[in-house]
């Protein structure tokens, strides 16, 4: 069974993910973007979770998901991704224009 944050259930205690990606440009690491969001709001866009054998948690629940599916699943654009310091989906999607079309 995939714990999830209602497994949790700590009164006041918010639990969020941090996804920071990067890419290599010249064989130097670049920032991309950062964005923070509930435990919950995640569990939501992802599925098919799959067991994989990690060398320091053991079997674990794992999914792979390129960045560009996660931010479309959670409505988030790519250029606010990307020019803004860190999205931040604690209270929702915050309210953007978008003329990211990918």
Same mark, same amino acid.
């Given at each position: 069974m995939r714990e999830t #944050? =209602?497994?949790w259930n700590l009164e006041g205690t918010k639990f969020l993910y941090l996804f920071v990606v990067y890419t290599v440009e010249d064989e130097k690491p670049r920032e991309v973007g950062? /964005? +923070? #969001? @509930?435990v919950t709001t !995640?569990?939501?866009v992802l599925d098919k979770w799959q067991l994989q054998d990690h060398p320091t948690m053991g079997t674990q629940p794992a999914?792979? !998901?390129?960045?560009?599916? /996660? /931010?479309?699943r959670l409505g988030v654009p790519k250029d606010a991704f990307v &020019? =803004?310091?860190i999205? &931040?989906?604690t209270n929702g999607v @915050? &309210? +953007? =224009?978008s003329t990211d079309t990918e």
């Open positions: #944050a =209602e497994t950062k /964005l +923070t #969001a @509930p !995640i569990d939501a999914r792979d !998901i390129s960045w560009h599916l /996660l /931010l479309k &020019d =803004e310091p999205v &931040d989906l @915050p &309210d +953007t =224009e």
